[in-house]
C-alpha cells in the first residue's frame, strides 16, 4: 500500500520527511493507521509513451 508519511520516520530502509510517499505492507499501513491516520494516496494509471511529452533540443 502507498501512504503519504505525515511525520519523519526512519529504519533500515532509510530516512523519510513528511509529505514522502512510501511503499509499505498491509500490516505495516494497518499500524501506522491506528497510531496516526496517514493519508492514503490515489492510484494513477499508467501514461502511455505516446501521451509522453517529448523534450526538443535546440
Known sequence: MK???LVSRS???GAFSP???IDVGE???KR??????PQAVP????RLATE???K???
Open 32 to 37: 501506522m493507521f491506528e497510531a496516526q491516520p
Open 52 to 54: 509522453v511529452a517529448t
Open 11 to 13: 529504519g533500515p530502509a
Open 3 to 5: 501512504i503519504k508519511l
Open 27 to 29: 500490516a505495516e499501513a
Open 43 to 46: 492510484v494513477r494509471e499508467a
Open 19 to 21: 509529505g514522502d510517499e
Open 56 to 58: 526538443k533540443g535546440k
